[in-house]
T-cell receptor
């Protein structure tokens, strides 16, 4: 069983839709949760960084963490064609930048104009 | 913002030759850098953690003699794929840690390696 599970999609939505992306994990030691956006043939870009359970909002993006269920989500409101990319969840047990990240498989999202 | 640069962006090499990929932090010093490989439509797999001035820590299953990592300065880490084979063809990505917190990790643009 993978430590982090993420539905690879593909997910296709119309412009303006609310997008929900999710990951589940099995390692209860994970405390730091991240969402990255990766455009085709590019390196990942950090979107959201959260610690423990709760919600965090940044513009059109909201990250949710439910540690009791080992489930994290990323919501994108008013989705735009420019949001079309692969979204990767990542998590780590430690806070420091030396802590290794474990990534999900990534969900490919297409927002259609 | 922080920028991590990788070079080359893509490279084609013959089987049996060695290829070096550079990862530079352009506007900050990075004591820790990470090297990943990513196959098409798959996630990033951590290969090794590179600390400036010390030997890299390799993940289980990664051959350290095949994937040589050198982190000689606070702004440069290199990955050398030795005696490359077609199965080494992949997207290699580095990341660099700008600070102590996990949200200060920045990724490079990646390097596509094709071994023919």
């Amino acid at each position: 069983q993978k430590e982090v599970e993420q539905d690879p999609g593909p997910l296709s939505v119309p412009e303006g839709a609310i997008v929900s992306l999710n990951c589940t994990y099995s390692n209860s030691a994970f405390q730091y949760f991240m969402w990255y956006r990766q455009y085709s043939r590019k390196g990942p870009e950090l979107l959201m960084y959260t610690y423990s359970s709760g919600n965090k909002e940044d513009g059109r993006f909201t990250a949710q963490v439910d540690k009791s269920s080992k489930y994290i989500s990323l919501f994108i409101r008013d989705s735009q064609p420019s949001d079309s990319a692969t979204y990767l969840c990542a998590m780590s047990a430690g806070e420091t930048s030396g802590s290794r990240l474990t990534f999900g498989e990534g969900t490919q999202l297409t927002v259609n104009p | 913002g922080a920028v991590v640069s990788q070079h080359p962006s893509w490279v084609i090499c013959k089987s049996g030759t060695s290829v070096k990929i550079e990862c530079r932090s352009l506007d900050f010093q990075a004591t820790t850098m990470f090297w990943y490989r990513q196959f098409p439509k798959q996630s990033l797999m951590l290969m090794a953690t590179s600390n400036e001035g010390s030997k890299a820590t390799y993940e289980q299953g990664v051959e350290k003699d095949k994937f040589l990592i050198n982190h000689a300065s606070l702004t440069l880490s290199t990955l050398t794929v030795t005696s490359a084979h077609p199965e080494d063809s992949s997207f290699y990505i580095c990341s660099a840690a700008r600070g102590l917190s996990g949200n200060t990790i920045y990724f490079g643009e990646g390097s596509w390696l094709t071994v023919v």
